[in-house]
């Protein structure tokens, strides 16, 4: 079975969509995970690296008084960040990833407090996903950067890393 990057790009190719990502926690790595896909050129329109509050608000339209309220990690925020990136790229599809990698807490949210967001044209968009992830601080960016696949292929119809037996 092919990794859910692969399965993902193929999914959106298949129904003509593109995608783009909206990422704070993962700096990137979940573009860099759909780019590394032979033909993700035909689905990728681009990502933007939003690891301040400001970027968030100025670029993608995230809620200014919501950050100030109740900061970046938060699944509004996530789902605000999915729908700026679309706005902004012209994307179909938007992923987006906020939380705290670690190795501490920030600003008094744990490490491995993650959201996940995907918007998109189906009818419960944007979706978002809390997470509580363990590990070192490469590890919860990796799980994040699946976690968000995993979603989006959720939300395609297709079957997640987690359902299908010896795929990672």
């Known amino acids: 079975m092919s990794p859910p990057s692969a399965r993902v790009v193929a999914a ?21 995970t759909l780019t590394s896909v032979p033909g993700s050129s035909e ?6 690296v939003s690891y301040t509050i400001d970027v968030k608000a100025d670029l993608l339209g995230v809620d200014p008084d919501r950050l100030a309220e109740v900061g970046a990690v938060d699944a509004t925020v996530a789902a605000e960040m999915a729908e700026g990136v679309c706005r902004l ?22 490490a491995g407090t993650v959201f996940v967001a995907a918007a998109g044209p189906w009818p419960s968009s944007p979706t978002t996903r809390a997470l ?6 490469d ?24 359902d299908t037996p010896g795929d990672g």
């Not at 129904?15 to 573009?31: D, F, I, N, Q």
């Not at 790229?89 to 744990?110: F, H, I, K, N, R």
């Not at 509580?132 to 601080?137: C, E, K, Y």
């Open 12 to 32: 959106l190719i298949e129904r003509g969509w593109t995608v783009a990502t909206a990422e704070s926690l993962t700096g990137g790595l979940v573009c860099a």
């Open 43 to 48: 689905t990728v329109r681009g990502g933007v």
């Open 89 to 110: 790229v012209g994307a179909d599809v938007g992923l987006a990833t906020t939380g705290v990698a670690g190795p501490g807490p920030s600003e008094g949210v744990p």
């Open 132 to 137: 509580t992830l363990a590990g070192s601080r």
């Open 139 to 162: 590890e919860i960016r990796a799980a994040s950067v699946g976690a968000v696949l995993d979603l989006l292929l959720e939300l395609l119809g297709e079957s997640s890393a987690a």
